[in-house]
T-cell receptor
Framework: GIQVEQSPPDLILQEGANSTLRCNFSDSVNNLQWFHQNPWGQLINLFYIPSGTKQNGRLSATTVATERYSLLYISSSQTTDSGVYFCAVVNTGTASKLTFGTGTRLQVTL | DGGITQSPKYLFRKEGQNVTLSCEQNLNHDAMYWYRQDPGQGLRLIYYSQIVNDFQKGDIAEGYSVSREKKESFPLTVTSAQKNPTAFYLC????????????FGPGTRLTVL
């Protein structure tokens, strides 16, 4: 099956710093989503982005499907950004089943 | 208020007992999914359903069963055959048109003693 790798696995930032999270995948995809899992376990949709670039406030994401990677940018980080960020993909032809990466754990400190 | 609800939030059971986790959505989504998350890991797909009265096994279906009798509901039963049932269980749903991806409920933490 498709492999999804995220980097870095852990990241500590001071409040106000910027960061880039990366997601590499091993096969063609027709869906890619970024999620933020908060300390209570809730998975929050950030982006549905099979290709191109999207922005939502301090967050933006870019997927280059032909090169099999996606990037999540967090600017001016806040303590509420802490948690785990997951990338998940739907391998082309697999009936919309999401395959998750192992996540990037982000801690934003004061 | 539209969304996905899961109940209970926490569940404790003795080893050897079957337990059913509830998942309800009022988003009018056709597809529904069950995932399992172990500590420090990503999510793994247990079962999914793209239409009422039909469902398919995911990657880790052994020891689990589901039903899809109503569009809004997709309950998951963790049977005594599941060797390591203690985990965080998340339900998701998706509209089959519109291209917005999957949306998740708040999850149920199951602990088997």
């Amino acid at each position: 099956g498709i492999q999804v790798e995220q980097s870095p696995p852990d990241l500590i930032l001071q409040e106000g710093a910027n960061s880039t999270l990366r997601c590499n995948f091993s096969d063609s995809v027709n869906n890619l989503q970024w999620f933020h899992q908060n300390p209570w376990g809730q998975l929050i949709n950030l982006f549905y982005i099979p290709s191109g670039t999207k922005q939502n406030g301090r967050l933006s994401a870019t997927t280059v499907a032909t090169e099999r990677y996606s990037l999540l940018y967090i600017s001016s980080s806040q303590t509420t950004d802490s948690g785990v960020y997951f990338c998940a993909v739907v391998n082309t032809g697999t009936a919309s089943k999401l395959t998750f990466g192992t996540g990037t754990r982000l801690q934003v400190t004061l | 208020d539209g969304g996905i609800t899961q109940s209970p939030k926490y569940l404790f059971r003795k080893e050897g007992q079957n337990v059913t986790l509830s998942c309800e959505q009022n988003l009018n989504h056709d597809a529904m999914y069950w995932y399992r998350q172990d500590p420090g890991q990503g999510l793994r797909l247990i079962y999914y359903s793209q239409i009422v009265n039909d469902f398919q096994k995911g990657d880790i279906a052994e020891g689990y069963s589901v039903s899809r009798e109503k569009k809004e509901s997709f309950p998951l039963t963790v049977t005594s055959a599941q060797k390591n049932p203690t985990a965080f269980y998340l339900c998701a749903s998706r509209a089959t048109s519109g291209g917005l991806g999957q949306f998740f409920g708040p999850g149920t933490r199951l602990t088997v003693l």
